[in-house]
C-alpha cells in the first residue's frame, strides 16, 4: 500500500522560499505511469493543483505558478520535493503530495498524504 507523508516547516516569512517534501513509503516514484504532484488548498478555497513529477522525472507546471515552482525528485530516497519562491499572503494553506494516473486525459488520483499546514509568519 503507498504512502504519502509531507514535511517541512509550516511556518515562512514573506518573499522567502517555502520548501516541502514528500517521502513515499510501499511504492516507487519511478514506476511506470505513475505521477507525483503537489496540490494546495488555500484557507475556505478549492483545491489547486500546483506541479507533478512524472515516473520518468519529466515535469509540468500550473502556468499561474509556474515561475516561481519548482518541483524535483531523489529517487535514492523514493521522495519529491516542491519549493515555492517569493511566498505572499496568497500562498498559505495546506499542501498535499498525491499520486496520480492519466485515464484518457483525465487525472486519476488514489492515494493521498495527510496535508501539511504552510503558515506566514511575520
Known amino acids: 500500500q503507498v504512502q504519502l507523508q509531507e514535511s517541512g516547516p509550516g511556518l515562512v516569512k514573506p518573499s522567502q522560499t517555502l520548501s516541502l517534501t514528500c517521502t513515499v513509503s510501499?511504492?516507487?516514484?519511478?514506476?511506470?505511469?505513475?505521477?507525483w504532484s503537489w496540490v494546495r488548498q488555500p484557507p475556505g478555497k478549492g483545491l489547486e493543483w500546483m506541479a507533478y513529477?512524472?515516473?520518468?522525472?519529466?515535469?509540468y507546471y500550473s502556468p499561474s505558478l509556474k515561475s516561481r515552482t519548482s518541483i524535483a525528485r531523489d529517487t535514492s530516497k523514493n521522495r519529491f520535493t516542491l519549493q515555492l519562491s517569493s511566498v505572499t499572503p496568497e500562498d498559505p494553506g495546506v499542501y498535499y503530495c498525491?499520486?496520480?494516473?492519466?485515464?484518457?486525459?483525465?487525472?486519476?488520483?488514489?492515494?493521498w498524504g495527510r496535508g501539511t499546514q504552510v503558515t506566514l509568519s511575520s
Open positions: 498525491a499520486r496520480f494516473q492519466y485515464r484518457g486525459s483525465m487525472r486519476e488520483y488514489d492515494c
Open positions: 510501499g511504492g516507487s516514484i519511478t514506476t511506470d505511469s505513475w505521477y
Open positions: 513529477i512524472a515516473y520518468n522525472g519529466d515535469t
